[in-house]
């Protein structure tokens, strides 16, 4: 048997390249190009890229391989997909669970991204009125405080950007998703990499590769190691069902470990260019590399200021970025709503508009966290920080620790040959030994040594 035995009832992907292009358009988004920068800035550089390469090579890519191949083989909402495939392997049904802390944690999550989000939106319309052309830094900075002390402003575009969101996943996977992003993507590279001769020839571009590839531990916290691996999770969509269910829509003849390789390299190419694009741009104005959630909005516009033709790739590059976070937050949510069409009969598009309106609304206890709510905290942290910092640096990680344990050995090894048709056994028992050993181990340290255990066993 090397087919899947089922189909499932939203569709499937019309070729091969679809799938490709719609995971890389989920995988590619605001982790790469805002939150990358951002973090690595603030978490001293260079070890802290090494760390989150090391992530991405020995625990995202057998879990990417891992959550595609449950997902085509179960061919339904996380959720369902876990509790079928539970029983088929004749193990307990709280597997299911899994499922449901995936679609918890893409209900968290879009509702902070579409805030974020909609920051790029605003820098669409300040690119078009030209605010930027021939600022300085301070003036930079300016326009992003304002923007956040905006609550108003903050919420419509918020607003906005869910409704867009909805809107797709309510036609459905095929109806819109899948052009969009075979063109969208590419673009947005070339627009990077645009940035990348600018950041060369006009910034400190030496000083910005040694910030970012060279290693100094001193500078990495404990914490800091967790970010970096819960950043694997987030920046591949890893951990939460949002790469199972798009592996639910995928052709069973199609080799699913190929494909995870392209999608790993595209994502990781797309966010060490944005680091090597930004960070030149830091050190030549003189800027802070631990400046926060805005250092993208607050360098960039910067480079467009200046260079030939800025307004125009500005605006480009804003406009693109939305699409990137837009094609990534539609499969944030698309795991909670095909539960609800599945499990409680309805259609897409009542499905839609409940999750659109649930997302709204603890979105704006993002948009307070940045204005009237900013002295709120719990555990040190804003309700901003709180919802990243649960969802990306725990929920994610322990999905995918998860999702590791359960292909890795609770699913016989029949099935895994099966779904994966693979001629190279030798690949495959490479993966293997990576998903129940190296991935499991690898979860375990980072986490127990973010507690300071670790260093107080040793
Ligand atoms: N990978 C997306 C990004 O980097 C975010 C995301 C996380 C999307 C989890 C889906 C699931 O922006």
Not at 199 to 209: P, R, T, V
Not at 337 to 356: D, F, H, P, Q, Y
Not at 357 to 363: D, E, F, K
Not at 368 to 393: G, I, M, Q
């Amino acid at each position: 048997m090397s087919d899947s035995p089922r189909n499932s009832i939203h569709g499937q992907w019309s070729s091969r390249w679809v799938f490709v292009f719609a995971a890389t358009g989920s995988a590619v988004g605001l982790g790469n190009i805002w939150k990358f920068p951002y973090i690595a800035g603030e978490n001293g550089g260079g070890a802290f890229v090494l760390v989150y390469l090391l992530c991405i090579a020995v625990v995202g890519l057998p879990v990417m391989i891992a959550e595609i191949l449950l997902g085509r083989r179960g061919r339904q909402s996380p959720i369902n997909t876990m509790a079928s495939l539970s029983r088929e392997e004749g193990r307990s049904p709280l597997w299911k669970l899994l499922g449901w802390s995936g679609v918890l944690a893409g209900f968290l999550i879009l509702s902070y991204y579409s805030v974020i989000a909609g920051w790029a939106l605003n820098y669409v319309l300040e690119m078009v009125n030209g605010t930027f052309t021939g600022t300085s830094a301070g003036q930079v900075q300016t326009v992003f405080d304002e923007l956040l002390a905006d609550p108003l402003k903050l919420t419509l575009w918020h607003t906005l950007f869910i409704i867009v969101t909805m809107i797709v996943v309510a036609r459905g996977v095929r109806g819109g998703l899948e052009k969009a992003v075979m063109f969208l993507m590419p673009s947005l590279f070339v627009l990077l990499v645009i940035l990348l001769a600018y950041a060369m020839n006009s910034g400190a571009f030496i000083e910005g590769l040694t910030f970012l590839f060279m290693p100094d531990f001193s500078a990495l916290t404990r914490e800091g190691v967790l970010t970096a691996m819960g950043h694997a999770f987030f920046t591949l969509s890893l951990g939460m069902g949002a790469i199972m269910i798009y592996g639910s829509y995928m052709r069973s003849q199609d080799s699913i470990a190929r494909t995870a390789i392209m999608i790993v390299f595209a994502d990781t190419m797309v966010a060490l260019v944005a680091g090597m694009a930004i960070f030149p741009i830091v050190f030549a104005n003189g800027l802070e590399p631990g400046a926060g959630p805005g250092l993208v909005f607050q360098t960039l516009p910067l480079a467009f200021g200046q260079m030939d033709g800025g307004l125009f790739f500005g605006t480009l590059f804003f406009i693109l970025l939305f699409f990137a976070a837009w094609s990534s937050s539609i499969s944030l949510i698309e795991p909670a709503v095909t539960w609800l069409v599945e499990n409680r009969n309805m259609k897409r598009i009542t499905a839609s508009i409940i999750c659109g309106i649930a997302t709204w609304l603890l979105g704006m206890g993002t948009v307070l966290s940045f204005n009237l709510w900013s002295e709120v905290k719990w555990f040190d942290r804003t309700f901003f920080e709180l919802l990243d910092f649960l969802t990306a640096n725990i929920m994610l990680p322990l999905g995918g620790l998860f999702i590791a344990i359960f292909v890795g050995w609770s699913m016989s090894r029949k099935s895994k040959v099966a779904e994966m048709a693979t001629k190279y056994l030798f690949a495959f028992n490479v993966w293997s030994f990576l998903l129940r050993y190296v991935t499991p181990l690898a979860v375990t340290v980072v986490f127990l040594q973010s507690t300071g255990l670790l260093a107080k066993l040793i």
